[in-house]
């Protein structure tokens, strides 16, 4: 059955090969296809020198040399970072500024801003806007290429079905990101944990802070804390062991209840914790 409807596909594909070029992809089509063929990064030509590359999430990186001196004065930012790189996408936070932690810690910039607005292109979560201070564009260039490359990882733990999505993230070691996003101690392990529909996230939270002796550090709902989205959202502190048993047992119940809607929730790339 299945070689039956490969012959067909292949046979198909052949014969528009023999009557020429297929016909330009629509705009929502081609947006998908540049995805998926970029994997976790990739760089295609655009003709632009600010652009460095796309990656999951609908995530952007850009990079300003030079950033024009009306705008730089707006933006409030220490003066010598004149260059500036950019993170921007449309679904997901929690995965961006994960990702930009490691980049600030493996180049020399430090965030200059960081912002969450309300996105997941209709869905119940944020997009995010982060910004890289440099005084070298080549770091602001090289933060974003690290972040945009790490992002393949930091969604491994994100889970998602029709009725919601659930995330989880951990590091050993949180930097400036996550001490600007959450409150972080620098050098301290971080877990952050996210439930779409708020309920099940609030039990999650629940679940986590009664699994192992950890330090609530933030606490996010549909009314504090975030864009009216849909979501529970706590970040917290502690022992590694205690972290990452926090996030475990968060993760099992929300894995139980929002599967309760008839679809397992699933990642689309592998989960790192």
């Known amino acids: 059955m299945e070689q039956d409807v490969m012959k067909k596909v292949m046979?198909?594909?052949?014969k528009r090969l023999g009557e020429g070029a297929a016909p330009a992809a629509a705009p929502a089509q081609e947006s998908k296809a540049v995805e998926e063929s970029c994997g976790s990064f990739c760089s295609p030509s655009v003709g632009v020198t600010e652009f460095v590359g796309l990656a999951r999430g609908h995530t952007i990186g850009l990079v300003i040399a030079n950033v024009e001196s009306s705008l730089h004065e707006k933006l409030g930012i220490d003066p010598k970072y004149r260059s500036i790189g950019i993170i921007s996408d449309r679904i997901g936070a929690g995965p961006q500024i994960m990702a930009a932690d490691e980049a600030?810690?493996?180049t020399n910039t430090e965030i200059v801003a960081l912002e969450l607005c309300r996105d997941t292109e209709g869905g119940a979560g944020h997009g995010c806007l982060i910004l890289f201070g440099a005084e070298d564009v080549s770091d602001a260039?090289?933060?974003?290429?690290?972040?945009?490359?790490?992002?393949?990882?930091?969604f491994g733990?994100?889970?998602?079905c029709a009725a919601g999505h659930l995330e989880f993230q951990y590091t050993a070691r949180a930097s400036d990101?996550?001490?600007?996003?959450f409150g972080a101690p620098v050098g301290r392990a971080f877990?952050?944990?996210?439930?779409?529909?708020?309920?099940?996230?609030?039990?999650?939270?629940?679940?986590?802070?009664?699994?192992?002796?950890v330090e609530l550090l933030a606490y996010s709902s549909p009314g504090q804390g975030t864009c009216w989205t849909n979501e529970c959202i706590i970040a917290f502190t502690g022992d590694s062991g205690a972290v990452r048993?926090?996030?475990?047992?968060?993760?099992?119940?929300?894995?139980?209840?929002?599967?309760?809607?008839?679809?397992?929730?699933?990642?689309?790339?592998?989960p790192y914790i």
Do not use: C, H
């Open 141 to 154: 260039r090289r933060a974003v290429e690290v972040a945009l490359k790490d992002l393949d990882r930091t």
């Open 11 to 14: 046979d198909e594909v052949m």
């Open 104 to 106: 600030v810690k493996a």
């Open 245 to 270: 048993q926090a996030i475990i047992a968060a993760r099992e119940m929300g894995q139980k209840l929002l599967g309760a809607f008839g679809e397992a929730p699933a990642t689309d790339t592998t």
């Open 177 to 181: 990101a996550l001490n600007k996003a």
């Open 191 to 213: 877990g952050l944990i996210v439930g779409a529909p708020a309920g099940i996230g609030f039990v999650m939270s629940d679940t986590a802070l009664k699994a192992a002796e």
């Open 157 to 160: 733990d994100v889970y998602g």
